[in-house]
């Protein structure tokens, strides 16, 4: 893949290219399935958010391998009473909270681009606000950033810490200018903290700058 196609690709199954999924962080992976399901939260019943839910938790080491499985169970059960839109949203949510990721992360995006089709084009659409997803949480890997720690003042690790914990990805210009004045002049950090996203966890800004990977 090169920088142009990484750019303007929105088919999000080119990326997912077993070879490919080899170099890409199982937490990050996990949280791109996660924000894909959650794009058709509107369909899910409880029991497949909680799968979701659980998956996010395991990603960051709150949720243990029973505890994912088991989510996963409840919402595959729910997804085979489904029919419709309803029931590729349910085994999207399923996929996610399995424990081997790269082998159901694929299935991820085409359940849940099928689950948001309704009208022609809208499948589409979806498939390109998940290849969006993947840009906001992989960036771009032909540009790769050098980090300084000086960075790391109290006032960008708060807000980046509280950017993550309550979703609040719109503070992401505020913790664009917290940077600069902690001497950060890094063009691809700082446009993606002021670009419109969508941003999801797992950006890779705020992974960067509160030590995840």
């Keep these: 893949m090169t920088e142009q196609e990484w750019l303007m690709d929105d088919n999000p199954g080119r990326w997912l290219y077993p070879d490919r999924m080899q170099a890409m962080s199982e937490r990050k992976l996990r949280l791109f ?12 019943p409880d ?17 243990d391998r029973d505890v994912l499985l088991r989510s996963s169970e409840v919402a595959r ?5 489904a029919d419709g839109n309803a029931q590729d949203a349910a085994d999207a949510s399923a996929s ?10 694929f299935p991820v995006t085409v359940c849940a681009s099928k ?3 309704r009208r022609k084009g809208e499948r589409e659409a979806e498939e390109a606000a998940q290849a969006t ?3 906001d949480i992989f960036g771009n890997p032909f540009r790769p950033v050098i980090f300084s720690p000086s960075w790391l003042t109290p006032t960008v690790v708060g807000i980046a810490t509280a950017i993550y914990a309550d979703r609040a990805f719109d503070r992401l210009p505020i913790l664009a200018d917290a940077l600069q004045d902690a001497g950060c ?6 446009s993606h903290c002021r670009s419109e996203g969508p941003h999801v966890r797992g950006c890779w800004v705020v992974d960067l700058l509160t030590g995840r990977k």
């Design 96 to 105: 996610a909270a399995e424990e081997d990721i790269r082998s159901h992360a």
């Design 77 to 81: 059960g729910i997804a085979s009473d």
């Design 33 to 44: 399935c996660a924000a894909c399901c959650r794009r058709v939260w509107h369909l899910l």
């Design 133 to 135: 997803l993947l840009r």
């Design 47 to 63: 029991g497949c958010r909680s799968a979701v839910e659980v998956a996010e938790a395991y990603s960051d080491g709150r949720a």
């Design 185 to 190: 002049e890094n063009d691809e950090i700082l």
């Design 115 to 117: 689950a948001a089709w």
